[in-house]
């Protein structure tokens, strides 16, 4: 236990900077597994593209006892496909990179100065080289092209570590560190406000590529031995070799570990294509940089000459470990797959290579030591034979080799990758020729890498040119597929109508990525476009499962259910399907309902209006569902989508068409019918549209005449349907008769044989109206007659009750309002006219009353009208009377 907690006997200072180290290591080795677990994830993003369609359905309906009449109108319906963005950088990885490096940094440069005179001006010289190769100047700090800035850095790390190393060798390694992060948070708020480029951060994160990646080749070059070493300790510790041959155990698991790297190296090289991920050099990485935290203490211990484990050595480990989380964090945030396979390479190569010399290291110094049973990792560096240095170096020999046969590819790709980073600092600069530049000299290091190809996509997509754009989406596919490139490449070819081949490409990503819900819906939706209904259900219907985003194919699912699926079946998928809070999906769920003429009770999903009233396509299409489905049930509607028309233009006469339905059902049918009828008159694109939906309301409202005049203007069966309920309703069951007759010659039907039998026995529904002037005739009161004139303002019974009950009240202002209202579309009404002279006269206009007499003298049975006479003129007799007494 004291080896394990070293730290233990250390100062009370040191300890707590050796858990802040240990704290930054798993941040660092955090920020790595959360980058690294979809690295594609960090820089494209998987957008929604929604597109808007139509389907008929009825929501208008006109009940009788044997069958309905009911005019078709279109429900919006929403199909979502996934795109991938262009290539973007995440800019949080680059700060969360610089946080990280600037606390491994101070740990490194911490521990040079400890060391002695020649190994410290050896480091320090390294690290000027490496300031160096940074080109500092890019920055622009005091000018465009200014070395100042180098200058400046060089002297503050040189002088204030010198300082440290030459003059204060009694300051403890806390102040050591906290004085070198002065330095670089210094440096770092020099160039944060006085930088003259557009991104500083990713700017020196680009061009300072080259130090940060020899540092962890480096430190995973001197990790590379430690999981040997630690299976030395697990064979020869005194748990494991009790009663067994602890050479034996080590020298098994130590042959199986090196074949996973030989397997590993194998893969790597393209020679073999297994599918390997359990033994992923991430994982072999990790535990050997773990590992090496007591493994490089046993190393320093030996070699006391040079360094203290204490003093220095941890904390040159802690910060090279650092540096290489962090640095591979930023390889994986900015997808640069080139970057990623070099760090493959160290490790696999690394550990394959100097792993077998250290094998052989310790088999030809331990292997009697090993014979005995004795404790070897406790001697493991104190050769008898062979030493560490010829170890090392013939450990570096062979990952040279092994660089080799691979015609130095991993070099190439580190060159490739610092291009790559280049090409993203000039991307995001808008600087596109140059950014160009520099992805194309990255290819020509190694053209299959995927970043250089999909930016060069990208790129091309942002200029418009799709022929470029869809060869640099084949070339992304050569080594390192991905979904986003098959959807982008997709997107080309659909672009340019290559409708098959956009179903070949993405058939091939299915067969790379079987499980890709992305893929899985976007080939769905091809389908659904060819209206092969079975395949696009069956795709979608997968991609629902595995989808991060189930949500999207489940929207599709339901368009192709209200577009293909008969009412039988609709009804039992609808009943079995998921619900899902998605506004596309809530969207096409209302469509459904349209269809199936289910207007049960909604909530409203007040998530479909952004917080600055813009609509996108689900959005609209929700509203426009919600405004008809609901009608009968939520009047808010009418009111939202009329004050949204006025901040979305171009949707404007979408959503005020859908505000109708809610204003005509729940609302003020008299605006309603008033606004349509204004609609109408102008004529335009969707006249027709609008004579048929206010010909069917003024059935529903008893306006046969005027409805039937709406209906003459809309073509086929619909309008002739409608005429004939309407002559038929209003009592000329011949005319409909002869309607349906000459119907039947284009196209017959049971149904309009059916319809014409019972025609003349035809009577006009029984509606919320009737129900509730029953109860205002029952139970008379201000309340119950406003209902009932609410639920139809133009029936002649109810409004001549209505306006006599307010007659009788005093309140001829109101009665008198309700009259002319209904006389705006019920001119023919006698009762209307009769109540309209009535108030009239009351309010003296003599003239008007008399205009509403001859009116009712011409529209009137005359027993009627000798009624009407009989209360008309001696009311008005007295009027002239009193005028006459006044003068």
Known sequence: MKELFFWKVWSSSERR????????????????????????????????????????????????????????????????????????????????????????????????????????????????????????????????????????????????????????????????ILGLSGVSIFLLLLVTFLSQVAFPALTAASYSMPIWLLISILFLLISATEIIAGLVWLSTSGQMKAGKSGFTNFLVITILYLLSLVLLYLKNTRQIDWDLTLLSPIYLAIAAGILGIWGFKKRADSERSIFSYRSTGFWLYAGMFIITGAFAGYAAGTANDPLLEVLEDVVVNGQLAMGIVFLFYIIINFYAVFKQNLAVHKVLYKPMRFGLTQTRLFGFAGVVILFSIQRLLPVHQGIAAYFNGLGDLYSNTGEYPLAEQYYKMALQQEFQNHKSNYALASLALKQGDKVAGAYYFRQALLKNPSPQAYVGLTGVLMQESLFFDAIFSLQEGLRTFPESGELLNNLGMLYAKTNVADSAHYYLDKAEKTSKKPEVPATNLLAIWARSTDSGLLDSLANNTKRHQYISWQANWLAVQNLRQDFSKQDFNKTAIKPDSSLNVAGLAYLVNYAKNQARQDSLPALILSKLANKNQLLAEDLLLAALYPEFYSGDKLKAIETLSTWAEQGGEKAKIYHKILGHWLLQVGLYDLAIKHLTNVDGIE???????????????????????????????????????????????????????????????????????????????????????????????????????????????????????????????IGQADEGEAMVKEISSPAGYQAFSARYQPMRALIEKQRAEFK
């Open 17 to 176: 900077i050796v858990i802040a180290a240990f704290v930054t290591i798993v941040l660092a080795l955090l920020f790595f597994i959360i980058k690294g677990i979809d690295p594609l994830a960090n820089v494209i993003r998987w957008d929604v593209l929604s597109e808007l369609s139509d389907v008929s359905t009825v929501v208008d309906m006109l009940k009788f006892d044997q069958w309905q009449y009911g005019i078709s109108g279109p429900s919006n319906l929403v199909t979502e496909q996934f795109v991938a963005s262009t290539m973007q950088t995440d800019f949080l990885t680059v700060k969360i990179f610089w946080g990280l490096i600037i606390v491994g940094l101070s740990f490194l440069l911490a521990s040079l100065t400890t060391l002695p005179r020649f190994w410290y001006l050896t480091g320090m010289v390294a690290f000027i080289v490496l300031i160096a190769s940074a080109r500092l100047e890019t920055l622009g700090v005091f000018g465009q092209g200014s070395r100042v800035l180098f200058i400046l850095t060089v002297s503050l790390y040189a002088g204030l570590s010198y300082y440290f190393h030459a003059f204060r060798p009694d300051l403890g390694i806390g102040f050591r």
């Open 719 to 845: 309008g002739t349907l409608g005429q004939a309920v309407g002559y038929a309703l209003s009592g000329q069951q011949a005319i409909g008769g002869i309607l349906l007759e000459k119907l039947q010659e284009k196209e017959k039907s049971p149904a309009l044989q059916n319809l014409q039998a019972t025609l003349a026995n035809i009577k006009a529904p029984k509606t919320k109206a009737d129900s509730l002037f029953a109860i205002a005739q029952k139970s008379p009161s201000e309340k119950n007659f406003t209902t009932a004139v609410h639920a139809n303002p133009f029936d002649e019974k109810i409004v001549s009750a209505s306006a006599n009950f307010y007659r009788q009240k005093k309140q001829i202002s109101k009665a008198y309002g309700i009259v002319l209202n209904a006389l705006k579309f019920n001119d023919r009404a006698p009762l209307l006219w009769e109540e309209y002279s009535i108030l009239s006269l009351q309010q003296g206009l």
